[in-house]
């Protein structure tokens, strides 16, 4: 047999998973149907799935077992990476059951424990993970029916908890949080789960900067004039998500975590090591340097906040955000948030890091742009249209279509030296020959592996909280509020985010 370079190499750093009793709290919801059970199938696809691994669905509707694998057989069937293949469902799905019990019922888990006490005489792993895959109100109550019931001790084995976001809708709702699940499981046993660190090019920026001197040199405010993230969705508030989003908004719900997570791995200092705490300890240091707001106008001045407007989208003609279904008519949630974030450290200081996230924008994209500054105005630069020319852009690609691409000017070819913007650019699919894992993959092998290296740290959810909360006070309890601003759906974005860049200079990479 043909050796393997890269275990030779040492080049292949992996944590192997360990066999447990997986336990998803809300198991009839869509996250359990579209996402983890999905990923769990994929793995088994993949050979990744650690042998004897058991699942127990936990949720209050009435479903025998055989019911509950059916309805996660059909969602399989539409969602699943690698495709539907009946006998590898019915070898895998045998290794799922389904107990049914209210979330607040001290006897539905005196009742689980009796069954996984059964399950570990009967063969099966004393490793126990319990998901959280419940709406957040009931987070609390689901620990502490877990402590209530001892579930949260192992006499041979670990055990884990897993909580998806949101983690908290503020500092101090996430502190009180933060205070529940420490009484329950010690801060090594908690993963908070954030999906965006999943994805393969959030897990590969690390790997683009260390791994490749040729970009860290050049990774600082000697070099770089601005940076960009961007998520986009066209979509708005269809199957009733307006009920969340009017309790959210754009700006708790994704940048307070997705993408003040993507900042603090672009602007984080190279880690004393690769464990979880050697990295997470510099994406908190970077968090901590944010700089603050003075006050209310201060915000007014960096963050634009907007609801879109009736608009097309891809040919579709849809409402304003107020008209949405389940929307406060006369409502002050943001449906689009644009930030300045200045970091006060070395490396950055100077240096604007521009977050936006909007719906109903024209297209779906997550991507982060590094802009480097332009060269001495001579010589090729010199020359007309050069100015109004792309320069050097660094752009990495989240989602869709994961990869990195390089921004360059290059000759035309011709007599005339004229000059026109090329790119290289490196595509997963392609390159790789075939499509990168789902996140909730990397994450559920991580935290059967007990890497929490992609999982957020108690302290950096309430740093990131700390420095969004300033925003909010500012949108919702100054007297003289910023404005609310507007955009057509289908267009990119209120006038006032583009005047943002435009006031330094810049202006909004287009996906």
């Known amino acids: 047999m043909e050796a393997n370079p890269f275990r030779e190499a040492d080049l292949s750093l992996r944590n192997h998973p360990e066999s447990c009793v997986l336990v998803i709290f809300g198991a009839t919801g869509d996250l359990t149907h579209r996402k983890l059970i999905p990923a769990l199938y994929n793995m088994a696809a993949d050979g990744d799935l650690p042998p004897g691994l058991k699942v127990v669905g936990f949720a209050r509707r009435e479903k025998s077992d055989e019911e509950f694998r059916e309805g996660l057989e059909k969602l399989n069937k539409e969602v699943s990476r690698q495709g539907h293949n009946d006998d590898l469902w019915e070898q895998f799905s045998q290794s799922i059951t389904y107990h049914e019990s209210n979330f607040n019922d001290a006897d539905g888990y005196a009742a689980l424990k009796e069954r996984l006490d059964e399950m570990e005489a009967e063969g099966a792993s004393p490793n126990r993970m319990y998901y959280l895959a419940s709406a957040p109100e009931f987070f609390d109550d689901i620990l502490l029916h877990i402590r209530g019931a001892g579930l949260n001790q192992s006499k041979t084995g670990w055990c884990r908890a897993v909580v998806e976001k949101p983690f908290g809708t503020d500092l101090a709702t996430a502190q009180h949080l933060n205070q529940v699940v420490n009484d329950v499981f010690p801060e090594k046993d908690t993963y908070r789960i954030d999906h965006y660190l999943g994805k393969e090019t959030a897990q590969n920026i690390m790997v683009l900067r260390f791994a490749n001197n040729l970009f860290e040199v050049l990774w600082s405010n000697r070099f770089i ?287």
């Open 225 to 511: 004039d601005h940076i960009q993230i961007t998520c986009a969705e066209p979509l708005g508030m269809e199957g009733g998500r307006g009920g969340y989003y009017e309790k959210s908004g754009a700006l708790r719900d994704m940048v307070q975590n997705h993408l003040l997570q993507l900042l603090s791995l672009i602007a984080m200092e190279p880690p004393a090591d690769l464990t979880a705490d050697g990295i997470r300890d510099e994406k908190v240091k970077v968090l901590k340097s944010l700089r603050p707001f003075e006050d209310a106008d201060d915000v007014g001045e960096n963050v634009v906040r907007a609801q879109y407007t009736a608009g097309t989208v891809n040919g579709e003609e849809v409402v304003g955000y107020r008209r949405e279904d389940r929307v406060n008519p006369g409502s002050m949630t943001e449906s689009y948030v644009a930030l300045k974030v200045m970091i006060d450290n070395w490396r950055w200081e100077g240096v604007p890091f521009y977050v936006r996230m909007g719906k109903r924008l024209p297209k779906k994209g997550t991507e982060i742009s590094i802009h480097y500054k332009q060269g001495p105005n001579v010589l090729y630069n010199a020359s007309v249209g050069a100015e109004a020319m792309p320069g050097n852009v660094l752009v990495i690609r989240i989602q869709p279509n994961e990869g990195i691409s390089l921004g360059m000017r290059s000759k035309r070819p011709g007599p005339a030296a004229t000059l026109q913007p090329v790119k290289m650019d490196f595509r997963y699919q392609t390159s790789f020959g075939k499509s990168s894992p789902e996140a909730y993959e990397r994450l559920l092998l991580d935290a059967m592996a007990g890497d929490a290296t992609l999982f957020a740290r108690k302290d950096e959810v309430e740093t990131a909280w700390k420095y969004v909360d300033q925003i909010e006070d500012a949108w919702h309890k100054s007297p003289t509020p910023p404005k609310m601003a507007e955009y057509p759906a289908g267009s990119w974005g209120p006038k006032e985010a583009d005047e943002l860049l435009d006031h330094d200079g810049n202006d909004w990479r287009r996906l």
